[in-house]
């Protein structure tokens, strides 16, 4: 198979603030069909955990993750993984359709599972993840990097606890995403049944953010449509999909994702997040810079009603907030969000992308 394009090996690496001792919390890492994978090892690396076990069907995934983290011992079979009485936690990025059953074997094993976003696909994998989770206690976490693995976005989160834009009227998100070279992309991305749909795919990251800026608990999906505007050969591909939903507290999001970033463009999507407030408003930018001198990338932006104020981020708030946060929720104190939340998300860009209308763009 081809190298996976770009995206698809995204794998932020920050600064090493460790949150549990050396050799008190090991995890394993299966299933490496996305290169979330290594972002999600890295965050839990920086903040102390130790990565013991990899394992994946195809030996060639489990050679070259063990090339990136020398440290870890492939397995020869997943239930030698999950068997193994020190490994707390699984962390996978199956593919998305299969994410579900994954965590479900991994929780029945007595081990909390961290799982790329999209954490499930259908109504009926929610129903047993959470059926699962009740019943042994066990978290079912997702790796919503494009919040939790981001300066300016954790940064935004306090912001707005601290009152700096007042009450949140409406939360606006972009999730643009680069193609790159289809033949670079695994078959399964082209399967709706298996990739479930772009709200259900990159869409989650704007639906979770919507809930934890906005402070909602639960919300409706308003409208939402997709469409495939230039990608015929592939006709199962969502290429552009958009929804607009209202919180129950009243606040409300529009979000659009797609798969047209150009080539020309420096990464692989200008992905931006707009907080409306009463006394003011955020915006995020966060992995291209303004076009202002020396600002980097990841950067953050507020204006209120005490003046403007122009944030530069990178490298001066520090980058260990992802480890920190998903090992916290691990060990309950929840302080980057509630299994409730994780759930929430994961249903509601799930109903979106069921209420969706298909837009045949030759056919207006």
């Known amino acids: 198979m081809a190298k996976m394009s770009e995206g698809m090996n995204y794998a932020p690496k920050g600064k090493p603030k460790p949150v549990v001792k050396k050799g008190e919390f090991a995890f ?81 094993a007595g081990k909390d599972y961290f799982t790329d976003k999209t954490p499930l696909v259908s109504i009926a994998q929610l129903n047993q993840a959470k ?15 494009e919040r939790l693995h981001v300066e300016s976005a954790i940064f935004a989160g306090y912001l707005i606890e601290q ?46 953010q919507f809930l934890f800026y906005g402070g909602c608990k639960d919300a409706k999906v308003l409208h939402s449509k997709v469409a495939n505007y230039n990608h015929p050969q592939y006709p199962e591909l969502e290429d552009f999909g958009d929804a607009t939903l209202v919180g129950d507290n009243g606040v409300t999001q529009y979000f659009r994702v797609d798969w047209f970033t150009p080539r020309g463009l420096q990464n692989w999507g200008d992905g931006r997040t707009i907080i409306l407030g009463t006394e003011g408003f955020i915006e995020q930018r966060k992995y291209l810079n303004l076009g202002i ?57 799930v109903r979106a992308q069921m209420q969706a209308l298909r837009i045949n763009p030759a056919k207006p």
């Open 293 to 349: 001198k020396n600002s980097g990338g990841n950067h953050l932006y507020l204006a209120n009603k005490k003046g403007e104020t122009y944030f530069n981020l990178t490298g001066k708030v520090g980058f260990p907030f992802f480890g920190q946060l998903i090992l916290d929720c691990i060990n309950r104190t929840e302080n980057a969000m509630t299994q409730e939340h994780c759930f929430k998300a994961a249903e509601l860009c």
């Open 131 to 145: 059926a699962m989770a009740k019943k042994t206690k066990k978290k079912y976490m997702c790796y919503f990097s």
């Open 28 to 108: 394993a890492a299966i299933s490496l069909d996305h290169g979330h994978i290594n972002g999600q090892s890295n965050g839990l690396i920086e903040a102390g955990a130790d990565l013991k076990w990899v394992y994946d069907p195809d030996p060639k995934k489990s050679r070259a993750f063990a090339k990136q983290f020398p440290q870890v011992k492939i397995a020869r079979t997943e239930e030698e993984v999950l068997s193994d009485p020190e490994v707390k936690l699984v962390a996978a990025a199956a593919i998305p359709s299969d994410r579900c059953a994954l965590g479900l074997r991994v929780m029945a």
């Open 163 to 208: 009152g700096a834009i007042g009450s949140v009227i409406q939360v606006l998100g972009t999730g643009p995403h680069r193609l790159g070279d289809p033949k670079s992309r695994p078959d399964w991305f082209y399967k709706k049944e298996q990739y479930g749909g772009i709200l259900c795919d990159i869409g989650s990251h704007q639906v979770e």
